[in-house]
């Protein structure tokens, strides 16, 4: 059964940095395209930033552009998403999930986390 487990949340002042990590199990990692998305109270999901099965490609939503960095360690069947010069509007439930393709629309995504809280202090 796959699972993918968040970590590395926490509270940071606006211009930290935070590391998160997310840790695959149960599925053919290097088959997947990765994703972090995120979900702030009463809001929707929305897109972070994803990454293709090998890592030689990735994608960003504009907000976190310049800012955010998605990387992968296949070896490991680890997904990781560096987050710089935060800012309050970061705060959100931050969530990895796995694709068999890769992409920004979180209905292509099979499995999902249950997410790792990051709150950005002003």
């Known amino acids: 059964q796959a699972q993918l487990v968040e970590s590395g949340g926490g509270l940071v002042q606006a211009g930290g940095s935070l590391r998160l990590s997310c840790r695959a199990s149960g599925l053919a990692f290097l088959n997947y395209g990765m994703g972090w998305f995120r979900q702030a109270p009463g809001k929707e999901r929305e897109f972070v930033a994803t990454i293709s099965p090998r890592g030689g490609s990735t994608d960003y939503a504009d907000s976190g552009k310049g800012r955010f960095t998605i990387s992968r360690d296949n070896a490991k069947n680890m997904l990781y998403l560096q987050m710089n010069s935060l800012k309050p509007e970061d705060t959100a439930v931050y969530l990895c999930?796995?694709?068999?393709?890769?992409?920004?629309?979180?209905?292509?995504?099979?499995?999902w986390g249950q997410g790792t809280q990051v709150t950005v202090s002003s």
């Open positions: 999930a796995a694709s068999l393709s890769y992409g920004g629309q979180a209905n292509q995504y099979l499995y």
